[in-house]
């Protein structure tokens, strides 16, 4: 899962997967702004077969949030 | 899903299969959607040193964010060789940037402007607040709106003449009055877009620059849920899903493959089989399929698609192993049969090899082996053909015969963006051509057979009417083309602007019919010298042999000799295609000036006396005043 979660933050932000680290996210990874943001969100909801709540798009904005909610079903306040 | 990224990640980073990346890509972005095998083309394909064969400038203005555009627009350009570079306007922005001189848009000079119009953002008044405005309301918003976007459209593609602009006005699911289901025309989305419609339509017209995507279709392929998305809406102001961005790149490129490739121009057929169902041959005539009824149905309305193609102005030919006599007969006496001899211009129907065939049917009808498609149900001949004839385009049919209608209908081969008035009468002409075959035969000798043709040719100024004809030849013609500049619309208006240049179209008539607009003529004078220089030169394949060529050159020396010029130049451009126009200066007396691999420029001296050709005296050459 991590892995192919780093593939898709790779592949949106146009990066190679390597640079992709444990504090990958918006605003701190390159291309990863408002827009990259929605394009991983697009991919993700096809790759692992999820459909996000807008609030949830607008909350998983960085890696470990997104793997997060993808292990638990949880966002990162735990709600 | 997952295994078409990876498997198209493999080819993309591998060094020997790397050029099948990008077919690869075509391929399956025709099937089902996936947004990663999306993202994977730009990170995998784009900082390669790839030979790009075009360069395009593209310009996205659009109602809402349109940024998702970008990205798929780039891969599927890149895809096919056409490197490009962005400028994406502020969305809701778009009537500000086309009407301003100094805005963005025009400093960064597009080649190509996509503009996205949603009826929720173009009349937000009416979706947001529907029951306090009344019939008179919309009505007269629709007016200003539609005045709006006319005036700068028509200023825009005025001013950025070099530009094509690609207009979609995209159906809204959104109606402004849901709760009511009936709620008056004037308060129907489909009503706005129609009025939008017919003003782009009218532009379509007026303009040569400006083009409609068709984005209904695009649209319609989805249900709502899959082409809008509220999240994205709230989140970005983006409107539509990636999977409507997707389909409406593919459309863009589309319509600018038909506008900027020639279509193929022949379709060979085999007949048992494939025009109609079983061998006449092994089965005999009664039990052939084809009629109004069952399945032969089937072949029936497949002969409609092809009948539609003739009369679009497709050559057809047919290339089959069988009995010639009884092919024939069949033809003549199967009361359901909807195509007819006549609407072939050749047949190759006997047992030898239909490669051989297909290379003498090409040389009949005096077209390249690159125009043409064969159209054969048995998978050993489609072989055969694709092993021996690369250049001609052997389409794999669907395993299902019935099909064969719907396949050929669904075929982009011959595509061409507008119908011209030649296009529909193409196929008369070659009628016409295969007659003057037959009276060259029995006149005997070329100067009778030129003279009883009482051929005239008229050149006249390019006209709004013509700049597309004139284009469309620029871009299809290959083999009498001394020069092959691939002029689009704007260019000609351009070079038409200025006063020193001429830009003539040529249309040639004869005692049998009228050839419409077969040529065109491109002059530019040069003061310096006083000379005037033969800048594109070129006449469709349809008249080559008639020696109009020759007459043509004799008026252009007579009318610049009587107005005070010195010289006349004209430079031939070799191409793998153009041999037959190679010594048309020679023939005419011009004189080598400089030569090189690539072309050898010619120049002829006004001030010696001309010696009449016995064609000039055949061909009358007129210039239609304006």
Request: aromatic share 10%; proline share 3%; net charge positive.
């Amino acid at each position: 899962m991590e892995k192919k979660l780093k593939f898709i933050i790779a592949n949106c932000c146009q990066i190679e997967p390597s640079v992709v680290g444990g504090d990958a996210g918006i605003n701190a990874t390159p291309n990863w702004d408002s827009f990259g943001h929605l394009q991983i969100m697009v991919c993700v909801e096809q790759e692992f077969g999820v459909v996000l709540d807008t609030k949830t798009i607008a909350q998983l904005t960085s890696y470990k949030d997104i793997l997060k909610y993808l292990k638990t079903g949880k966002k990162k306040n735990g709600k | 899903m997952k295994d078409i990224a990876d498997k198209f990640i493999e080819l993309a980073d591998s060094k020997k299969k790397h050029d099948d990346a990008r077919p690869f890509f075509l391929k399956q972005i025709e099937g089902e959607y996936n947004p990663l095998l999306w993202k994977c083309y730009l990170s995998h394909m784009k900082e390669r040193n790839d030979n790009f064969e075009k360069k395009e400038r593209i310009a996205l203005l659009g109602s809402s964010n349109i940024m998702p555009m970008k990205d798929m627009l780039q891969s599927v350009f890149n895809a096919n060789k056409i490197s490009t570079d962005y400028y994406v306007g502020e969305y809701g922005n778009y009537l500000q940037e086309l009407m301003r001189d100094a805005s963005k848009l025009y400093s960064f000079g597009p080649t190509l402007t996509i503009i996205m119009l949603s009826l929720p953002d173009i009349v937000p008044s009416i979706y947001e607040d529907p029951f306090s405005c009344d019939k008179k309301d919309v009505e007269s918003l629709l007016a200003k709106i539609s005045e709006d976007l006319k005036a700068a459209l028509k200023k825009y593609s005025s001013a950025a003449a070099k530009n094509t602009t690609y207009m979609a006005i995209i159906p809204s699911y959104e109606e402004p009055c849901s709760y009511v289901y009936s709620p008056g025309h004037s308060f129907r989305s489909d009503t706005y877009l129609t009025k939008l419609r017919d003003v782009i339509e009218w532009l379509e017209n007026e303009k040569n620059n400006i083009v409609m995507i068709n984005a209904r279709k695009c649209i319609s392929k989805y249900p709502a849920n899959k082409a809008e998305d509220k999240r994205y809406w709230y989140l970005g102001r983006i409107r539509y899903t990636d999977m409507f961005f997707s389909e409406m790149a593919k459309e863009v490129m589309e319509i600018y493959k038909i506008m900027n490739t020639p279509s193929k121009k022949c379709l060979i057929l085999d007949l048992d089989n494939t025009l109609w169902g079983g061998v006449i041959g092994q089965d005999g005539i009664e039990k052939i399929a084809l009629g109004q009824d069952g399945i032969g149905r089937a072949y029936q309305d497949l002969q409609r698609e092809v009948l539609k193609l003739y009369k679009k102005g497709i050559i057809l030919a047919i290339c089959s192993k069988n009995n010639e006599a009884d092919a024939l007969e069949f033809f003549k006496t199967h009361a359901e049969m909807i195509l007819k001899l006549e609407h072939f211009a050749a047949k190759r129907i006997n047992w030898a090899d239909k490669a051989a065939n297909i290379k003498e049917i090409a040389q009949d009808i005096n077209i390249g082996l690159d125009s043409i498609v064969f159209f054969d149900d048995d998978p050993a001949e489609r072989k055969w053909v694709r092993d021996s004839l690369p250049q001609v385009t052997v389409p794999e049919p669907p395993q299902d015969q019935f099909l064969y209608g719907e396949f050929i209908k669904n075929s982009k081969w011959f595509n061409s963006y507008r119908l011209s008035e030649e296009d529909m009468s193409r196929n008369v002409t070659y009628e016409a051509v295969a007659k003057t075959k037959s009276l060259k035969t029995s006149s005997g000798n070329e100067e009778a057979f030129l003279k009883s043709l009482s051929q005239s040719v008229i050149l006249e100024g390019v006209n709004p009417s013509t700049i597309s004809r004139t284009a469309q030849l620029c871009q299809k013609t290959n083999q009498f083309n001394l020069t092959t500049k691939r002029y689009q619309a704007a260019d000609i208006k351009e070079i038409a602007a200025h006063k020193s240049n001429h830009v003539y179209t040529i249309r040639a008539k004869d005692c049998f019919c009228d050839y419409g607009v077969v040529g065109a003529l491109i002059l530019k004078e040069q003061k310096k010298d006083e000379s005037v220089l033969i800048d594109t030169f070129l006449l469709s394949c349809r008249i080559i042999g008639r020696k109009i060529e020759h007459a043509l050159l004799s008026w252009l020396k007579a009318r610049f000799k009587a107005n005070g010029y010195s010289k006349i130049y004209g430079s031939y451009s070799r191409t793998e295609k153009n041999g037959v126009c190679a010594n048309i200066y020679k023939e005419n007396n011009f004189t080598v000036v400089s030569e090189s691999d690539k072309g050898t420029l010619y120049e002829y001296s006004l001030n010696k006396k001309q010696k009449l050709s016995s064609f000039d005296r055949f061909i009358k050459v007129k210039l239609k005043k304006k």
